[in-house]
């Protein structure tokens, strides 16, 4: 995505995925305003966007009206960060004699020489360094000092109008903890970000921003996640995928097996999505797997996301078919990442989906499961929209894309907790179905967008070899309700497979 920016020249930010979002960081010599509940992560953004100024060359100023300038360095150390010489620490302190009772005034309010001074205190700071960018942490002492709405605003605005005249780009804070979150500020300044914090009932907090405005310029507007980690704060854009537009020439990619390419039309064409959907034990996970050995015997490279199973315990079941996972990994074949549903918003999980998907050439992406992706999501009615969103950005990209799903119960009625079927552009159905005292196993092809595919079902075994699919259960109906009926002329032996002593 190109956001068309020329009007004003931008500062950088610090933060890729917030300049990003603002097509470019935030307009020079302009007021800008960050505001959200403390601990949300202002004060972190804030230090990146002079620390971006400062290796720039250029002046920077950190005005403190709550914190002291040791708390501030501490918390810049935590992050692994040396303050340079270019950005200063101003710590704006209340004047002694507010401190000492035998200087209280009996004619004036304290609260007009507080502020008066306090604006003074500023400007001379300005005067003395004439700094490009500039921070003020925070707007909440100087709305308890203006004690009104209009001298709040009049004293914003006189800021303003005094920033703009030294060619100084301003970032105010704003911890919104007053007791009336006076929105004075947000007519005022150039640009607004808010910053959210959410708590769910399990698994780690869950941050957000979003831009509330920003004059003359195109920006990514909506909700975009972002955490905070040791070296800063990590913004994550929300996915558009009608900003990807990339032609590739479709291929059809076969797994070996026979009888399953002839069930799939010949097999899964790139820039396609497959969704393999059963109970659990259904082999799921082994037949996504099949098509990643496929892949990689062509030349190709794949991405593997694995939400419900810990990646020793996958790569030693692998082996029990013969797929060495661990040497397609280290020999960069594939690239396998294990996802921690409960500390991982969907935001973040897209961005390294996507990010894998462009700078590894990334043609076959796999998630498993739709279920662990579900667990990550906060707000659930919208996980569709989500992967939506994923799913045509991999379609544009050329990817083949094979997602599964876990199933509720076994055999007869299955039910899931949320339907993707229909944002697939493939489906198979897994099913277990019972016959002559054994529980056997079934697979169908339910739809394929993208070509004519088998419309019959086959029963398909597991053994230490991988997966044998069968000739088509003619001669059974209601294998996919779990309980078949015996429909053919002969004594059945369900003998489907070659050399099959059952």
């Known amino acids: 995505m190109d956001i068309k920016s020329e009007l004003l020249p931008k500062a950088a930010t610090g933060t890729l995925g917030l300049d990003y979002i603002l097509g470019g960081g935030l307009a020079r010599n302009r007021l800008h305003l960050i505001e959200g509940n403390p601990g949300a992560g202002k004060t972190t953004i804030a230090f990146q966007f002079l620390m971006a100024g400062a290796a720039l060359g250029e002046q920077c100023l950190y005005i403190s009206l709550a914190e002291t300038e040791e708390e501030l360095r501490d918390g810049a150390r935590s992050h692994g960060w040396t303050i340079s010489d270019k950005i200063e620490i101003y710590e704006l302190v209340p004047p002694e004699s507010v401190l000492d009772p035998d200087q209280q005034q009996s004619l004036l309010y304290s609260s007009d020489l507080e502020l008066g001074e306090t604006t003074q205190r500023i400007f001379s700071a300005i005067e003395r360094l004439k700094p490009q960018r500039v921070l003020i942490d925070s707007l909440s002492e100087i709305r308890l000092l203006a004690q009104n709405s209009l001298r709040y605003r009049r004293q914003v605005l006189a800021l303003k109008h005094y920033f703009a005249k030294n060619n100084t780009t ?13 929105r004075a500020v947000h007519s005022i300044a150039h640009s607004v970000i808010h910053l959210d914090q959410l708590a769910p009932i399990y698994g780690g907090e869950r941050r957000r921003l979003r831009v509330a405005k920003c004059r003359g310029q195109a920006f990514r507007n909506g909700y975009h996640d972002f955490l905070i980690a040791e070296g800063g704060v990590q913004v994550f854009p929300r996915l558009v995928a009608a900003d990807y537009r990339s032609r590739h020439q479709s291929t059809v990619s076969k797994t070996g097996i026979t009888e399953l390419d002839q069930l799939l039309g010949g097999g899964v064409t790139s820039g396609s999505s497959t969704l393999v959907i059963g109970p659990a ?17 062509r030349g190709e490279r794949a991405a593997l996301f694995i939400f ?17 996972l661990e040497k397609m990994r280290d020999g960069g074949s594939i690239f396998i990442e294990q996802m921690d549903a409960a500390e991982l918003s969907p935001g973040e999980f897209s961005h390294r989906v996507r990010t ?11 998630i498993d499961s739709l279920n662990g992706y579900e667990a990550s999501m906060p707000e659930e009615q919208f996980i569709v929209l989500h992967l939506h969103e994923l799913l045509q950005y991999l379609n544009r990209r050329g990817a083949a894309t094979f997602l599964t799903v876990a199933q509720h119960g076994m ?12 944002l697939a552009d493939t489906v198979v159905l897994l099913r277990y179905f019972e016959a002559h005292g054994r529980v056997r196993r079934a697979m169908s092809v339910l739809k394929k967008r993208t070509g004519p595919h088998e419309d019959t079902i086959r029963e398909y075994h597991i053994d230490q070899h991988g997966i044998t699919v069968g000739k088509p259960l003619t001669e059974f109906q209601g294998v996919l309700r779990g309980t078949p009926t015996y429909v053919g002329d002969r004594l059945p032996t369900m003998g489907t497979f070659e050399g099959d002593g059952h």
Not at 358 to 366: A, F, G, L, Y
Not at 411 to 422: I, L
């Open 411 to 422: 055999v007869g009625e299955m039910r899931q907790t949320f339907d993707v079927t229909y």
């Open 281 to 297: 034990g259904t082999g799921k996970s082994l037949l996504v797997l099949l098509h990643v050995v496929a892949a990689v015997k």
């Open 170 to 182: 301003v970032v105010m804070l704003d911890d919104m903890t007053t007791d009336t979150t006076d």
């Open 308 to 324: 419900d199973e810990e990646l020793g315990l996958l790569f030693s079941r692998a082996k029990q078919f013969g797929i060495d």
């Open 356 to 366: 894998c998907v462009d700078s590894k050439n990334i043609k076959m992406v796999v």
